[in-house]
Every structure is written in C-alpha cells, then in structure tokens.
C-alpha cells in the first residue's frame, strides 16, 4: 500500500466512525412515533441525559406534534404520562 492509499483508508474510515458515533445526533428517534427522521424533521429536542445513544435526547417530530397538540417537550411529558396512566388503569379491568 501505497501512503496516499493509505491516507484516504484512513480519511474514509474517520468518517465511518464519526458516523456510528454520532448518528443518534444527527438522526433523533421521535418519542411519540419511533420514527428515526433526519434532525431537521423535529420541532423540539431536549438533552435528558449525558448519552450519546437514544436514551440521552427526547425528540418529538414536526408531524407528532401536530398531531397530538404537543407545542413543548412539556406538554409531551404530560401528555405520556397521562397515556401511561390510562393504559395502566385498563390493563386491570
């Protein structure tokens, strides 16, 4: 191998590693949906924890929001919770 063969095998695999590192950053997975979208998809975006996976952002997407009314990461915190909390109810009758 030659250096210039060399030097792009290791610009390329650069790269492909900063991709796998970074794909949670650049495409989210919208809480309300599951949808993984590019980043440009989502209204609103907050850090909950010092992840680099999934777990560290909660995303919810421009048409999720529509949908459900969402107009804050707020407003969708309650409005899970509020979800959760009529499944759990008619999980036991």
């Known amino acids: 191998m030659s ?7 290791f610009i390329f ?4 590693m ?6 949670p950053m650049l495409f989210p997975r919208c809480a309300c949906c599951g949808k993984t979208k590019i980043r440009t998809y989502f209204s609103y975006i ?3 924890g010092m992840h680099l996976t999934y777990k560290g952002q909660l ?3 421009k048409k999720c929001c529509a949908k459900y009314n969402i107009h804050s990461i707020y407003d969708y915190k309650k409005k899970s919770e509020i979800r959760k909390r009529i499944e759990s109810k008619n999980k036991y009758i």
């Open 13 to 16: 695999f650069s790269i492909v």
């Open 18 to 23: 900063a991709l796998i590192i970074f794909k």
């Open 46 to 48: 907050a850090h909950v």
């Open 3 to 9: 250096i210039n063969s060399k030097v792009v095998f």
């Open 59 to 61: 995303c919810v997407c």
